[in-house]
């Protein structure tokens, strides 16, 4: 096991579940280059406690927009279970060098978000799969959390040596975010049971 260092380690992937019978996972991918676990034989489990583990990969593959992973050492779906929800990483020194114009969602946690001048909120997340542009999940000041689409044309600046996020967004979007939330919301318990069936 290894001592926590959020710093020092990125995560690759979060484990959403178990995937066959000989202790593979399926975990949601965090990188735009799943590619390079073909040669990543060493990597690092962090847990729900926020502990480290050493994990040795035996095998991977692509499945369902999702990707396999078969560790050393986990060889039963029982055994699998016990990973569900942890995080695969490696140390930060080991990640891929990006090309001008690329970010790592690592480095957009914690950043603050501007609006032409205006404080949005810090990142907390990084959303996939809701558009053709990724969504920046914003909390600001007092709690509120805005969907913020990660798009080019929006984007001002991107000062990572600051921790900061500076946008250009449409006249109303973050409005539209927050009515849109609002109406989306259950309005009673009746309303929230009905919307489970």
Known sequence: MIGADEAGFI??????????????????LSTDFPERFASRKQLFG????????ELKLEDHWPHKGQIVLKFA????????????GWEI???????VQLEEGQVY????KGCTVHDRG?????????LFGSGEAPLLVVRDDVGQEHLVPF?????EEIALEQKQVRMKLPD??????????KDAAPKSKADAKSRQL
């Open 151 to 155: 798009a080019a044309s929006y984007i």
């Open 118 to 126: 205006r404080v949005i909120g810090k990142v907390e997340d990084v």
């Open 89 to 95: 990483q490696l140390p930060r020194s080991q990640r």
């Open 105 to 108: 969602i690592s480095d957009l």
């Open 73 to 84: 050492g986990i060889d039963s779906i029982s055994q699998a279970e016990t990973l569900i």
């Open 172 to 181: 109303g979007l973050l409005e539209l975010d927050s009515s849109f939330k």
């Open 46 to 53: 962090l847990d729900s406690k926020g502990q480290r583990h």
């Open 11 to 28: 995560t690759l992937a979060r484990v959403t579940k178990t995937q066959g019978r000989k202790g593979e996972v399926a975990a949601a």
